[in-house]
């Protein structure tokens, strides 16, 4: 399967744990992206990484989310001290574009449910 | 925040028939247009594209128009399947950087 990768598809945490989400990009696409998706919205931007640098981070990725890319390839999102109100899906894209235009590939993403 | 808004939440076509799913946004500086399709349990998956200078862009069965004097898009589906079946997101890029603003989605549904 060449398409984007992220693992776990579903993960289920107590309030206050820590948890890491990985991503595994189409091979060579240097745009990756995650965005957070809750039921019956569409999806909201958090963070875009062009290859592995950080490029932007949306105002609602707050101080308990972190993410990384170190090699351009692979990336994790990581939720520290979760809370109930981080129970969403997160997803993950990846683009070959040098510009925002053009298809991204997303991932299944991964269901996070915080108890 | 931007606001991308869809007019209608739901819609239910006949197989066979044509579907316009319709999107308004806020932002007359986007100049970038994506419609998405999402089936349950599965990610966004890209339909077509447009860009701002240009009103309208055909794929296969899929025509995305856009309307920038009222900040209006639209996505028609020919000849609806039940595959079609699935919530549409239409989305759009500021020009400000790398982020898209979603809208909230419309479920469509199919009937045999």
């Known amino acids: 399967d060449t398409g984007v990768s992220q693992d776990p598809r579903h993960k289920i945490t107590k309030r206050g744990q820590n948890v890491t989400f990985r991503c595994d990009p189409i091979?060579?696409?240097?745009?990756l992206y995650w965005y957070r998706q809750t039921l019956g919205q569409g999806p909201e931007f958090l963070t875009y990484?062009?290859?592995?640098?950080?490029?932007?981070k949306s105002r609602l990725l707050s101080d308990r989310f972190s993410a990384e890319r170190p090699k351009g390839s692979f990336s994790t999102l990581e939720i520290q001290r979760t809370e109930q109100g981080d129970s969403a899906m997160y997803l993950c894209a990846s683009s070959p574009s040098f510009t925002p235009d053009g298809e991204a590939f997303f991932g299944q993403g991964t269901r996070l449910t915080v108890v | 925040g931007e606001s991308v808004g869809l007019h209608l939440p739901t819609l239910s076509v006949q197989e066979g028939d044509n579907s316009i799913i319709n999107c308004a946004y806020s932002n007359s500086a986007s100049d970038y247009f994506i419609w998405y399709k999402q089936e349950s349990g599965k990610g966004p998956q890209f339909i077509i594209d447009?860009?701002?200078?240009?009103d309208k862009r055909q794929g296969q069965r899929v025509t995305v128009l856009l309307n920038k004097t009222v900040k209006h898009l639209s996505l028609q589906i020919a000849a609806t399947q039940p595959g079609d079946s699935a919530v549409y997101f239409c989305a759009e890029n500021p020009n400000t950087g790398n982020q898209f603003y979603f809208g909230t989605g419309t479920s469509l549904t199919v009937i045999p």
């Open positions: 091979s060579e696409h240097n745009r």
């Open positions: 990484f062009q290859n592995e640098a950080q490029l932007e």
């Open positions: 447009i860009r701002s200078n240009m």
